[in-house]
T-cell receptor, first 111, second 114 residues
Framework: TQLLEQSPQFLSIQEGENLTVYCNSS?????LQWYRQEPGEGPVLLVT?????EVKKLKRLTFQFGDARKDSSLHITAAQPGDTGLYLC???????????FGTGTRLTIIP | DAGVIQSPRHEVTEMGQEVTLRCKPI?????LFWYRQTMMRGLELLIY????????DSGMPEDRFSAKMPNASFSTLKIQPSEPRDSAVYFC????????????FGQGTRLTVV
């Protein structure tokens, strides 16, 4: 059973376009993280959101944690080829250090 | 700090052989995680340790898999005997734990069992 479902699974868009990636669950998480993974490397943390409804911005990336703490979204404005990679959300349950990773979204930005 | 260090980076072995993957976590991190990544199943948690003690091994596929953490700076994941379906990229990660739950990953070991 996959606790965190991401959509879309694959996304290929032109440079300069905007996009949104979704991370959904029926479970409540105390915090949710977004990672980006490049080929041959391990995932690298982009952001952690901890409060329901929280919005965080990292340059052209905007992250939102759902009010009910069950879902999250990542919005990229004016995508660039450097944004290409595998985006993973990961949730932590209350009182537990275990991180459950989502199914992943493989993003390709075409120059 | 050099980050989480895993060895080897690549391992090719024959079915039935024993495989040992190694990990050196970041100094000062109390948590160590072993993950397996495949195209079909994504990134799965196998086991994690807190202060060298295994806390949750519910993700370990079967008895052929075992993990140890003899001290704060070293952990191993062993597969004996290995099978072709064990082929995957195995990641080790470490973290300080709450309130800073960020997981720092190594570069992974790509295991191929033929």
């Amino acid at each position: 059973t996959q606790l965190l479902e991401q959509s879309p699974q694959f996304l290929s868009i032109q440079e300069g376009e905007n996009l949104t990636v979704y991370c959904n669950s029926s479970s409540v998480f105390s915090s949710l993280q977004w990672y980006r993974q490049e080929p041959g490397e391990g995932p690298v943390l982009l952001v952690t959101v901890v409060t329901g409804g929280e919005v965080k911005k990292l340059k052209r990336l905007t992250f939102q944690f759902g009010d009910a703490r069950k879902d999250s979204s990542l919005h990229i404005t004016a995508a660039q080829p450097g944004d290409t990679g595998l985006y993973l959300c990961a949730g932590a349950r209350f009182g537990n250090e275990k991180l459950t990773f989502g199914t992943g979204t493989r993003l390709t930005i075409i120059p | 700090d050099a980050g989480v260090i895993q060895s080897p980076r690549h391992e090719v072995t024959e079915m039935g052989q024993e495989v040992t993957l190694r990990c050196k976590p970041i100094s000062g991190h109390d948590y160590l995680f072993w993950y397996r990544q495949t195209m079909m199943r994504g990134l799965e948690l196998l086991i994690y340790f807190n202060n060298n003690v295994p806390i949750d091994d519910s993700g370990m596929p079967e008895d052929r898999f075992s993990a140890k953490m003899p001290n704060a700076s070293f952990s191993t994941l062993k597969i004996q005997p290995s099978e072709p379906r064990d082929s995957a990229v195995y990641f080790c990660a470490s973290s300080r734990g709450r309130p800073d739950p960020e997981a720092f990953f190594g570069q992974g070991t790509r295991l191929t069992v033929v």
